[in-house]
């Protein structure tokens, strides 16, 4: 799976559209920044800011997000298991959280995977086997991990701003 710092993509929008859309044309899964919780009791971590808003006085300066590439398969998996499509290590995510669907329309769906921490799609809480549309620009918060769903037009427009 392709991902790309949001700020090296950024650097491609004084280059044109050709240049990001050169990267991939589809829709695209941003994690954005926030605090992280160890998966495992025994995972060593030094200096962990428990709370990103408590870093660089209250705002996300120096924060990164990071844009994954969404494949063309119809099934995106995400979860903290190294065998999920989408594979992010934080404790708060289950193994297999939730999955990303691709309709034979082209639209994108999100469904939960029956997960400890839930999922909600713009603040609505999903059930699983209930997929619910995406848009661009969707918050979807597994667990305590903030993710926002783009389409190709809806990144370039969030670069270019």
């Keep these: 799976m392709k991902s790309f710092l949001v700020s090296a993509l950024k650097a ?3 280059n044109g559209r050709g240049a990001l859309s050169s990267r991939h044309e589809g829709a695209w899964l941003v994690w954005e920044p926030g605090s992280w919780k ?7 971590v030094l200096d962990a800011v ?7 006085k209250g705002s996300l300066a120096g ?24 594979s992010i ?22 469904d939960e995977l029956g997960s400890t921490n839930g999922t909600t799609v713009d603040g609505t809480a999903l059930q699983a086997g209930v997929p619910v549309p ?14 926002t769903f783009h389409s190709a037009e809806g990144l370039w427009t969030r670069l270019s701003a």
Aim: no cysteine; aromatic share 4%; net charge positive.
């Design 89 to 110: 290590n934080d404790g708060t995510l289950s193994s297999m959280h939730l999955v990303l669907l691709r309709g034979a329309d082209g639209a994108w769906y999100a």
């Design 134 to 147: 995406l848009r661009n620009g969707s918050a979807i918060k597994a667990g305590q991990v903030a993710l």
């Design 63 to 86: 924060a990164e997000a990071l844009a994954i590439v969404l494949p063309s398969q119809e099934r995106v998996t995400v979860g903290r298991a190294a065998e999920a499509d989408v």
């Design 38 to 44: 160890a998966p495992r009791a025994q995972t060593l």
């Design 50 to 56: 428990k709370d990103y808003r408590s870093a660089s």
């Design 12 to 14: 491609l929008v004084v």
